[in-house]
T-cell receptor, first 117, second 111 residues
Framework: GAVVSQHPSRVICKSGTSVKIECRSL??????MFWYRQFPKQSLMLMAT?????????EQGVEKDKFLINHASLTLSTLTVTSAHPEDSSFYIC?????????????FGEGSWLTVV | LAKTTQPISMDSYEGQEVNITCSHN???????ITWYQQFPSQGPRFIIQ???TKVTNEVASLFIPADRKSSTLSLPRVSLSDTAVYYC????????????FGQGTTLQVKP
C-alpha cells in the first residue's frame, strides 16, 4: 500500500483563490518532506523542503509567499497555493524518506493535479 | 548532488530486454544510485538502488562498473505496462531525501 499519500488527487479552483494540498506519511514519521511540481512532459522540479516544526526551505526561484508550506506534525505537510493563477496549474508531488525497516527508501505521493480556471 | 545524463527516449518491443544507461561522472564516494519509474499522472515509484557491482530484485537489475561513473538499469522481458519514464538519481544514502531529477528516459514498449 501507499507509504506517502496525497490529497486531493485532483482539484480545480478559480483564479485568485487559494488551494491546499496535503501530504501524509503513513505508518512512519517524517521530519522532512519535499514538494515537487511537474509540468506535462517535463521532469520533476524540486520546490521546497518541508521541515517539521520550522520554516520550509525553498529552492531558488520559488516564491515562498505564493507556495506556503506547513509541516505542523511528523506525518503531515501541507502546500497551499495562494492567489492561484492559471500558470500555477501543474502536477504537485510530495516525498519523504521511509523508515529504516523499509530500506530507507524515498517514497513519493500519488501526486495532485491542480487546475486553475 | 551529482548530475545525471540519460537518453531522452528509447523504444523496445514486448519480450525484449531493455538496458538504460545513466552517466554520473561526478558521483561522490558516499553517493548511491537509485532508479525510479513514473507513469503519467502518478508519483515516481522506486525500482532499485545500488552502490557498486550488480544488484538484482524481482523487477530489474542494476549494473554499476568499478569507477561508478555510470550505471545501467536492465529490465528483462518488458511488457506494454513497462512504458513509462525512468529516472536515474544519485544522492547520499541516508540524507534527508532531497533528490534532484534529471530529464529521465521515456521508454516506449511496442507490441
Amino acid at each position: 500500500g501507499a507509504v506517502v499519500s496525497q490529497h486531493p488527487s485532483r482539484v480545480i479552483c478559480k483564479s485568485g483563490t487559494s488551494v491546499k494540498i496535503e501530504c501524509r506519511s503513513l505508518d512512519f514519521q517524517a521530519t522532512t518532506m519535499f514538494w515537487y511540481r511537474q509540468f506535462p512532459k517535463q521532469s520533476l522540479m524540486l520546490m521546497a523542503t518541508s521541515n517539521e516544526g520550522s520554516k520550509a526551505t525553498y529552492e531558488q526561484g520559488v516564491e515562498k509567499d505564493k507556495f506556503l508550506i506547513n509541516h505542523a506534525s511528523l506525518t503531515l505537510s501541507t502546500l497551499t497555493v495562494t492567489s492561484a493563477h492559471p500558470e500555477d496549474s501543474s502536477f504537485y508531488i510530495c516525498s519523504a524518506r521511509g523508515p529504516q525497516g523499509r530500506g530507507n527508501t524515498i517514497y513519493f505521493g500519488e501526486g495532485s493535479w491542480l487546475t486553475v480556471v | 548532488l551529482a548530475k545525471t545524463t540519460q537518453p531522452i527516449s528509447m523504444d523496445s518491443y514486448e519480450g525484449q530486454e531493455v538496458n538504460i544507461t545513466c552517466s554520473h561522472n561526478n558521483i561522490a564516494t558516499n553517493d548511491y544510485i537509485t532508479w525510479y519509474q513514473q507513469f503519467p499522472s502518478q508519483g515516481p515509484r522506486f525500482i532499485i538502488q545500488g552502490y557498486k557491482t550488480k544488484v538484482t530484485n524481482e523487477v530489474a537489475s542494476l549494473f554499476i562498473p568499478a569507477d561508478r561513473k555510470s550505471s545501467t538499469l536492465s529490465l528483462p522481458r518488458v511488457s506494454l505496462s513497462d512504458t513509462a519514464v525512468y529516472y536515474c538519481l544519485v544522492a547520499l544514502r541516508g540524507n534527508t531525501g532531497k533528490l534532484i531529477f534529471g530529464q529521465g528516459t521515456t521508454l516506449q514498449v511496442k507490441p
